[in-house]
């Protein structure tokens, strides 16, 4: 707890008097770092509340492997936005966005200061700058999309894609992008790539301060060797067993996410439960790499906080 001693100093108390309906606090940084913890702490010093910013720990099936605050965290201190989305469902930035909106404007009411926590860029992203303003799709549009896949299978449907949105699908080609390509195109007659050029909108009208938490990478990764062993010793494997028995389709986003994807091949009897933990370990080194680099890259830290 060494690292929490100085929270007034950290997050400059004695110079900033954070205010409720003005202000954001966002406590950003890469997976494993102390994020939450230093939150909790801050939290407790201005009144504040923590708010969801990381895709994985929206969904309610994931607990231990999306590292969720534990009942006790949420009781010393509301948390909103956490494990709130069923896992069937295909939850988009644009619906987090509006969840978002819709928690500041309640949180106004009651005079509590808001603290994001989180390492998705695109999130963190969709708040400071907002979203390309991409319609919203039809039901019968997602029906005809998912029909003309069916029909011609994924390679088929990928060509088909490629000449409507050559730059779009060169990056983005998982079955569920896929199909938003198609659909917006077949409900707007445009593609991807004309829609992101468009001015973004949505971004929270608010003052920001964005925080940058970082530990030197080696522990970093150390300690996320250790917290997924920790994860597996208190009953992560039987969580992925219950998405297993779901049938749950495997390109929704919560099915491709760190050790849910390899702990579900060896369900399927396809590796050994020795390779999918390394293989777990080793994407979520990877994953913390790149982590590290869209901070470098897209993020203008108010302060940097470099934990030990």
Same mark, same amino acid.
């Given at each position: ?6 929270? %007034? ?191 973004? %909108? ?107």
């Amino acid at each position: 707890m060494s690292s929490l001693l100085n929270i %007034e100093s950290s997050f400059d108390l004695a110079k900033n008097q954070y205010h409720y309906k003005k202000d954001l606090i966002i406590i950003a940084g890469p997976t494993c770092v102390g994020k939450s913890m230093l939150a909790m702490e801050l939290a407790k010093k201005i009144n504040g509340v923590l708010i969801n910013a990381d895709s994985v720990q929206v969904y309610e099936d994931l607990n231990l492997l999306s590292a969720r605050p534990t009942e006790k965290d949420m009781n010393e201190v509301p948390h909103f936005l956490y494990g709130y989305v069923q896992s069937q469902i295909n939850y988009s930035i644009a619906d987090w966005l509006q969840q978002l909106s819709k928690v500041l404007k309640g949180l106004e009411k009651i005079k509590k200061t808001a603290i994001l926590v989180g390492g998705s860029g695109l999130y963190l992203n969709a708040v400071i700058d907002g979203l390309a303003p991409i319609p919203r799709l039809k039901e019968e549009i997602k029906i005809q999309s998912l029909l003309k896949l069916n029909e011609i299978g994924i390679d088929n449907f990928k060509e088909i894609n490629f000449k409507i949105d050559p730059q779009f699908i060169g990056k983005n080609h998982d079955k569920h992008r896929l199909l938003r390509s198609y659909g917006v195109f077949l409900q707007t007659k445009k593609n991807m790539t004309y829609w992101h050029k468009m001015p973004r %909108e949505g971004a929270v009208k608010k003052n920001f301060y964005n925080f940058l938490i970082n530990l030197e990478r080696k522990s970093i990764y150390k300690r996320c060797e250790l917290r997924f062993d920790n994860m597996l010793e208190k009953g992560a494997l039987e969580e992925v067993k219950k998405l297993y028995d779901s049938n749950i389709d495997r390109s929704l986003p919560i099915a491709k996410s760190l050790g849910v994807r390899w702990l579900l091949s060896y369900l399927d009897n396809k590796i050994s439960f020795e390779e999918a933990v390394r293989l777990s370990k080793r994407d979520t080194r990877r994953y913390v790499k790149r982590q590290i680099t869209w901070f470098a890259h897209n993020y203008i830290p108010y302060k940097n906080i470099i934990m030990k």
